[in-house]
């Protein structure tokens, strides 16, 4: 197997800041591209092939030009890509959560470099290399067919364009299906690390999820049950 590095995106204004991040992620093995300019994410994604695309994008929220939201949800619109959105601030982060923008973690300034890596290979973990995968099983119910060996989700025979986050919950849904999964249960399953995850982390996952099954399906099959939870219902 060819030991091809994993590529992190930077999107960052400050560049001592940025080259405390591209020197810790070289250190850990991991090849990088620096952007300061949230106006040249979009251009960068669409001049790569599939097979050179970041792995994973650290996405700074205060930006000049246009804003890590902005650019957060113009990266969504062309990529299932891991997100981790950076903020000054926490109370900003309840507010990135409630306005559903598709990060699948988000990182609180300032932070340890440390604690950025392993953020990252938290979530670059729970995704495998198509090479990697052998024979994972795959949850295989009528109208949806996760394979996790690929990360890949289909409904109704359609192709889910679902950011990691987002499979990790289908997943577990899907794993047991008719069963109530309280929030905090659902956020084990779909975070190692659940510092700073809270209730509304998944309340918003699952809106985007039901959006995007709804756009192949109008049927709702994720329930809601009041005070409790969730479950999936096929
Ligand atoms: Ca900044």
Redesign the pocket.
Known sequence: MIDSKMLVLVV???PKLAQVLLDYLSANNYATTWLADGREVVKYFSDRPAHEQPDLVLL?L??PGRDGLEVCKDIRKISNVPIIMITARVEEIDRLIGLEIGADDYICKPFSPREVMARIKVILRRIPHPEEGVSTPSTALTHLQLDESRFEARYHNQLLELTPAEFRLLKTLADAPGRVFQRDQLINHVYDDQRIITDRTIDSHIKNLRRKMSLISPEDVIRSIYGVGYKLEL
């Open positions: 960052e204004d400050e700074d205060m930006l």
